[in-house]
């Protein structure tokens, strides 16, 4: 085909495209390149708006004090997001394929708006119970599954070698939304009231959903094989993996959205360093938390690439077990810079996490594959398929570590005042994390046992 026939080729924006070649030079230098760039942009935006959305009661939490609920209390509503977004991945993993990416995100940006249009009707009313505040957390882990369908949906636009560079711009841009949520927050709400933490928003989102009717596109040769998954499930590497997402990515959100509510009770003298106090406005701390995380992610990824993945997991989880300890230190000291310094390398550290165990999922299933596929085109296919729908599993089953985090917290101060038992429960799952990397991916046994982990640097 030469350049003006795939040019006359090109589809009509914001229609389903039935002639999708990413992998052809020719197609993608005269179409694909700028068809897949336009919708990278507007699934990055509506991502972006996924996060906030689903992070934003970690900022509104603290300043529900007029409603006078405990601490175990507000940990619960911080916590419902995270729960039911973790929920939501799975599904919302096969949405793109089934509706169309164009067609779904339209939707998945669209239903952004029932979050924050009831937050800012409930904080209005002062008699608002405390069942309705949890039902509307709830429906802001709405936000958390778009990071799926997100994914999944840019996955089919761009050929397998930029694929890593557009999934992990994509990831980024939406894990960002963490941050500027905390970031901006605490001056829309001292400025314009407490309501405006979830009017603010609704702009964007309609932005969000008209360019993504305008601008994007549907692909029809886009598939999604439930069946796949179910395989993959009753693999025994898919849950090792989940498990080791709960310590990284899990960590990274569920640290991320625990910090202010936790600065508040373990630190109340330091609340106006992490939200607007009395009306004043104040500069947050909050932001720098998943700020960093977010952008060390792609360090753990290029650490992983160089090294293997196991081994920077492995370490990962050993200093995230120290640092853990550096910050139930700062908590029975009451040292709050010492608690913020660790608290920020903590995170930090998961954001390594997060990139090196990303690596390891396509590395291990390729590995597996071509210890029982001969052909070694095939096992490379097989893997790919393989890791693709484990890693719809892996993501979701590992958000639930901010779920975790944050009820573990939230129990640990009704319990004792202190966020120190948790802290020290945490590091334990890390070192058993670390335990069970070395164990199945690193120790020359756990090789022999996994046939085809050996000949790779998984």
Same mark, same amino acid.
């Given at each position: 085909?030469?350049?003006?026939?795939?040019?006359?080729?090109?589809?009509?924006?914001?229609?389903?495209?039935?002639?999708?070649?990413?992998?052809?030079?020719?197609?993608?230098?005269?179409?694909?390149?700028?068809?897949?760039?336009?919708?990278?942009?507007?699934?990055?935006?509506?991502?972006?708006?996924?996060?906030?959305?689903?992070?934003?009661?970690?900022?509104?939490?603290?300043?529900?004090?007029?409603?006078?609920?405990?601490?175990?209390?507000?940990?619960?509503?911080?916590?419902?997001?995270?729960?039911?977004?973790?929920?939501?991945?799975?599904?919302?993993?096969?949405?793109?394929?089934?509706?169309?990416?164009?067609?779904?995100?339209?939707?998945?940006?669209?239903?952004?708006?029932?979050?924050?249009?009831?937050?800012?009707?409930?904080?209005?009313?002062?008699?608002?119970?405390?069942?309705?505040?949890?039902?509307?957390?709830?429906?802001?882990?709405?936000?958390?599954?778009?990071?799926?369908?997100?994914?999944?949906?840019?996955?089919?636009?761009?050929?397998?070698?930029?694929?890593?560079?557009?999934?992990?711009?994509?990831?980024?841009?939406?894990?960002?939304?963490?941050?500027?949520?905390?970031?901006?927050?605490?001056?829309?709400?001292?400025?314009?009231?407490?309501?405006?933490?979830?009017?603010?928003?609704?702009?964007?989102?309609?932005?969000?959903?008209?360019?993504?009717?305008?601008?994007?596109?549907?692909?029809?040769?886009?598939?999604?094989?439930?069946?796949?998954?179910?395989?993959?499930?009753?693999?025994?590497?898919?849950?090792?993996?989940?498990?080791?997402?709960?310590?990284?990515?899990?960590?990274?959100?569920?640290?991320?959205?625990?910090?202010?509510?936790?600065?508040?009770?373990?630190?109340?003298?330091?609340?106006?360093?992490?939200?607007?106090?009395?009306?004043?406005?104040?500069?947050?701390? /909050?932001?720098?938390?998943?700020? @960093?995380? &977010?952008? $060390?992610?792609?360090? #753990? =990824?290029?650490?992983?690439? +160089?090294?293997? !993945?196991?081994?920077?997991?492995?370490?990962?989880?050993?200093?995230?077990?120290?640092?853990?300890?550096?910050?139930?230190?700062?908590?029975?000291?009451?040292?709050?810079?010492?608690?913020?310094?660790?608290?920020?390398?903590?995170?930090?550290?998961?954001?390594?996490?997060?990139?090196?165990?990303?690596?390891?999922?396509?590395?291990?299933?390729?590995?597996?594959?071509?210890?029982?596929?001969?052909?070694?085109?095939?096992?490379?296919?097989?893997?790919?398929?393989? /890791?693709?729908?484990?890693?719809? @599993?892996? &993501?979701? $089953?590992?958000?639930? #570590? =901010?779920?975790?985090?944050? +009820?573990?917290? !939230?129990?640990?101060?009704?319990?004792?005042?202190?966020?120190?038992?948790?802290?020290?429960?945490?590091?334990?799952?890390?070192?058993?994390?670390?335990?069970?990397?070395?164990?199945?991916?690193?120790?020359?046994?756990?090789?022999?046992?996994?046939?085809?982990?050996?000949?790779?640097?998984?």
């Amino acid at each position: 085909m030469t350049v003006t026939e795939v040019e006359q080729a090109a589809p009509p924006r914001g229609r389903w495209i039935t002639d999708w070649r990413p992998d052809d030079p020719a197609f993608w230098a005269a179409t694909g390149r700028v068809v897949a760039r336009r919708n990278l942009i507007w699934s990055i935006f509506a991502e972006h708006l996924g996060f906030t959305l689903w992070t934003v009661w970690s900022i509104v939490a603290v300043q529900l004090g007029a409603y006078k609920f405990s601490v175990d209390q507000l940990f619960w509503i911080v916590s419902l997001p995270n729960l039911v977004g973790s929920a939501l991945r799975i599904p919302y993993t096969f949405a793109p394929a089934r509706f169309g990416g164009r067609n779904f995100t339209v939707v998945s940006a669209g239903l952004l708006l029932i979050p924050a249009v009831a937050l800012a009707v409930a904080v209005s009313d002062p008699a608002t119970p405390y069942w309705v505040f949890l039902l509307i957390a709830a429906t802001a882990g709405l936000g958390g599954g778009n990071f799926a369908s997100s994914m999944a949906n840019i996955t089919y636009f761009y050929p397998r070698a930029r694929q890593g560079w557009a999934l992990g711009l994509n990831a980024a841009g939406g894990n960002v939304g963490v941050s500027s949520v905390q970031l901006v927050m605490p001056l829309v709400i001292a400025g314009l009231g407490l309501a405006w933490a979830g009017l603010f928003w609704v702009p964007l989102i309609l932005l969000a959903a008209i360019g993504a009717y305008l601008f994007m596109d549907n692909l029809s040769t886009a598939t999604a094989n439930p069946g796949e998954m179910a395989k993959v499930a009753l693999k025994g590497q898919t849950w090792i993996m989940s498990v080791l997402y709960i310590g990284t990515f899990g960590s990274f959100i569920g640290y991320s959205t625990a910090f202010p509510l936790l600065v508040k009770s373990q630190f109340p003298e330091q609340t106006p360093l992490i939200t607007a106090a009395k009306g004043q406005l104040a500069l947050t701390l /909050a932001f720098t938390i998943p700020l @960093i995380g &977010s952008l $060390i992610r792609p360090a #753990g =990824g290029r650490l992983a690439d +160089r090294l293997g !993945g196991a081994r920077v997991t492995v370490v990962t989880f050993a200093l995230m077990a120290g640092v853990a300890g550096l910050v139930w230190a700062g908590v029975v000291q009451h040292s709050f810079w010492l608690f913020y310094g660790a608290y920020v390398v903590l995170v930090g550290l998961a954001g390594v996490g997060n990139g090196s165990t990303y690596r390891m999922i396509p590395a291990i299933f390729t590995a597996k594959a071509a210890a029982r596929i001969t052909d070694a085109e095939e096992a490379v296919k097989v893997g790919r398929r393989e /890791a693709a729908a484990a890693i719809g @599993i892996i &993501s979701s $089953i590992g958000a639930f #570590g =901010g779920f975790f985090i944050n +009820r573990g917290f !939230g129990s640990s101060i009704a319990a004792t005042h202190s966020a120190g038992p948790a802290l020290v429960a945490f590091a334990a799952f890390y070192v058993l994390c670390l335990g069970l990397t070395w164990f199945c991916y690193l120790r020359t046994a756990g090789a022999k046992r996994a046939p085809g982990l050996a000949a790779v640097r998984v």
